[in-house]
């Protein structure tokens, strides 16, 4: 098996976390790893044993060996963070949410198709045994028709100016941040709404605070979806079909275990552990489609990032959520 050199930019928490499920993949290694601190470079290097680190992301760009860079960054600077790497014809693995908005992602994914470069966002929940098997279990019809969902995400935590999720020049805010999941999953089951519904409070940083979501579909399909990044929920996702109901448990975004059953009836309840953090189903994703010389995945298509950014430029027109880059 060809081993697939993994370069890394935007060395924050979940980098930490990426790189340890690296270790955990056969034929992935840390490669190299580039920080604007030079000093930070180096010392996540040492830890991770990567064999080179960058004080710059341009650096990297010209690192020998180097088969795909992990994109961590901050949202506002997915965009040109990708295009830098596409441009020199090195596959991106990009962290979700792929760019700001439509405009952008539709700017990326041209970036990627006239360099011809592999491009892939990074939404690891499309990749876990627990998702695939939730969605291959409504479409059998287990649950029958399908017709509501709810979902939500919620965290809580001190108050803290210098967080990146609650800094609007960064892309903060619940919606891009979190409610990208229940809105991921809401695509997943149901496809595209016909209308979208959403009221947002306001975080006393500006960004969007807490988001009711309501997504009205065709055939009278409904999904009620919620996030915050101030409040603390269940993290649980439930699809209501016409016989039962399927259940994806906390946290339903790397998720381990599901039930599901006819109403009133004995519920089946299925629990499918995994090693690390959960990101080297990805990680291995990545790396098939590599070797094998694809420019997109199978799963996570490009079609999908379109989907959901689409999904999400209408929430926050519908709850009043703008950024910056909006008005380019």
């Known amino acids: 098996m060809r081993p697939i050199n993994w370069g890394i930019v935007g060395l924050g928490r979940i980098a930490h976390k990426f790189t340890q499920d690296i270790r955990l993949v056969e034929g992935a290694r840390l490669h190299a790893v580039a920080s604007r601190s030079p000093e930070k470079a180096a010392a996540f290097a040492e830890q991770y044993q990567a064999t080179h680190h960058f004080g710059s992301y341009e650096e990297l760009v010209n690192c020998p060996d180097l088969d795909v860079v ?20 090195i596959a991106v693995l990009c962290e979700k949410p792929l760019a700001m908005n439509s405009r952008e992602v539709d ?39 399908v017709k509501t969902m709810r979902a939500d995400f919620g965290f809580h935590k001190a108050w803290d100016p ?24 809401s695509l997943l089951f149901f496809g595209k709404p016909k209308e979208v519904i959403a009221k947002s409070t306001k975080h006393r940083s500006g960004v969007d605070d807490s988001t009711a979501i309501t997504l009205i579909y065709e055939d009278e399909k409904m999904a009620s979806l919620y996030c915050s990044v101030s409040t603390l929920t269940p993290v649980e996702a439930t699809v209501y079909g016409t016989k039962g109901s399927l259940k994806l448990h906390s946290r339903f975004h790397q ?21 690390g953090n959960g990101y080297l189903f990805e990680i291995e994703a990545v790396g098939n489609d590599l070797r094998s010389g694809k420019k997109e995945n199978d799963l996570m298509t490009h079609q999908m990032s379109r ?14 959520v703008t950024y910056p880059q909006d008005a380019i």
């Open 70 to 89: 992990y994109i961590a960054t901050p949202h506002a600077q997915h965009l040109e963070n990708s295009h830098l790497f596409l441009k020199n014809k």
């Open 107 to 145: 700017q990326v994914l041209a970036f990627a198709k006239s360099h011809d470069t592999y491009l892939m966002e990074a939404m690891w929940t499309r990749f876990f045994p627990t998702t695939k098997e939730s969605i291959a279990l409504v479409k059998s019809g287990v649950i029958g028709e």
């Open 162 to 185: 210098s967080d990146r999720v609650l800094k609007k020049e960064l892309g903060g805010g619940g919606i891009l941040d979190i409610g990208i999941y229940p809105l991921f999953l």
């Open 255 to 275: 998720p381990k275990t599901l039930s599901y059953g006819n109403y009133y009836e004995e519920i089946i309840t299925k629990t499918t552990p995994y090693l």
């Open 307 to 320: 989907d959901l950014m689409e999904l999400l430029d209408q929430v926050r027109k519908a709850a009043r």
